[in-house]
């Protein structure tokens, strides 16, 4: 009994030993999992925004996801869903385009790829597009859906020119996964939640935000994926589908879905891999991840506020380079207002640019967006919480 009482107090006091005494392997899970400072961290930055001249809020117009930027003859290009309807900012859409000298003031062009002709199937809207160059040849990719289908298709344009003519493709160059079923596949709108029968794999209710990257001589094109049935909207995740030639055919990957979060597509050539700004959907929500293949992520930090939609000016995006720099501004959209509009931000993403991580860019920090959103609701005013109102000094 004696022993026993004395083996019990060892085994006790070991154990104690063993999280209070620190020897060569002791090691939370947290620094096992991952080692590294923010400020250390190439991928790691804040986000700026301005506001930009030409494409900025304008009542009637709907405005939104912008693609990469590219520039050529020293004009800057952008495409975007440009949009005139009350009810909807992306469907009964156009693509349209914009030039700029600076990036900041912004020519409105014309539309760039118009709908189909009725009974098309792009006969509703063309919306949400990305840009490719290859060997001095423009492509365009972008969502289109028909008036009466509720799963949408993914088309491409070309042009010898970015100011068009663009020739579209005949047929979608990449589809929904036909499964699950829809109480109605011919719906007008874009309401899946309520109208489910039977759940569907992870891109089968639809394929969204396509972009094109080019690596090891493979067109990569990544795009968002809805399951028909889908609880929440915010349960979208991201595939790859690959091609030999930028027309297609594309294949997807049977690692689909490369990545378990993320609502718009944002990819980039990083060092000799992939960068990925993965949104504000999913458990990876508000990342930036990498990957070596362009197949297998991993999450390198956490970011806040990243830009919703964004179109960056990634100078090397279709270069095929083992060598990819990042990028430092682009336009984004803002979607919560009445007509989505574009805006321009800026970041730490270009290799070896200063980081500005200084205090004052932090603004977010002390952010309660109801806060933010209703300050007089708060008992103070906007004036007040963006620390332009001084205190009064006293006894002076
Ligand atoms: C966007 C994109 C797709 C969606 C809608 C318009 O930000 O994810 O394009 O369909 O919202």
Redesign the pocket.
């Known amino acids: 009994m004696k022993y026993l009482a004395y083996f019990i107090f060892l085994l006790g006091y070991c154990s104690a030993c063993s999280v209070t005494k620190k020897d060569a392997t002791s090691q939370s899970a947290a620094m096992q999992r991952f080692q590294g400072n923010d400020s250390d961290n190439e991928l790691y930055t804040r986000f700026r925004y301005k506001p930009i001249k030409g494409l900025g809020y304008e009542e009637g117009v709907h405005r939104r996801?912008p693609s990469s930027i590219i520039k050529v003859d020293n004009l800057y290009y952008i495409w975007y869903t440009r949009c005139l309807d009350t009810k909807s900012s992306?469907l009964n859409a156009d693509l349209w385009y914009a030039t700029s000298k600076d990036g900041i003031t912004w020519e409105e062009k014309a539309p760039a790829v118009e709908r189909g002709e009725k009974g098309a199937w792009d006969d509703y809207s063309v919306?949400?597009t990305n840009i490719l160059v290859v060997n001095g040849k423009y492509y365009l990719c972008y969502?289109a859906r028909t008036f009466l289908e509720q799963r949408n298709t993914v088309g491409m344009a070309w042009a010898n020119n970015p100011n068009g003519p663009w020739t579209k493709l005949p047929e979608p160059i990449l589809t929904t996964t036909p499964d699950g079923e829809l109480l109605d596949e011919h719906k007008p709108g874009f309401s899946q939640f309520k109208n489910c029968k039977k759940p569907g794999s992870w891109d089968s209710g639809?394929i969204?935000?396509p972009g094109i990257i080019v690596k090891d001589g493979k067109y990569l094109l990544y795009y968002?994926g809805h399951p028909v049935c889908e609880k929440m909207f915010a349960d979208s995740k991201w595939g790859v589908a690959i091609a030999d030639k930028p027309e297609g055919p594309y294949v997807k990957s049977p690692y689909n879905p490369i990545t378990n979060s993320g609502?718009?597509v944002w990819v980039f050539p990083w060092k000799t891999g992939i960068g990925a700004l993965v949104d504000w959907a999913g458990p990876e929500k508000g990342t930036v991840q990498y990957s070596e293949d362009g197949i297998n992520f991993d999450v390198v930090t956490t970011l806040e506020d990243i830009p919703p939609?964004g179109g960056a000016y990634i100078a090397d995006k279709f270069l095929d380079t083992n060598d990819g720099q990042g990028f430092d501004w682009g336009l984004c959209h803002y979607g919560r207002s009445d007509w989505t509009f574009l805006v321009r931000f800026e970041c730490d993403l270009k290799r070896n640019s200063e980081k500005q991580i200084g205090w004052n860019q932090f603004r977010h920090y002390s952010t309660i967006r109801d806060v933010m959103l209703q300050p007089e609701k708060f008992g103070v005013t906007t004036e007040i919480l963006q620390g332009r109102r001084k205190h009064k000094k006293k006894n002076k």
């Open positions: 996801d992306w919306f949400t969502q639809a969204h935000d968002k609502h718009e939609a």
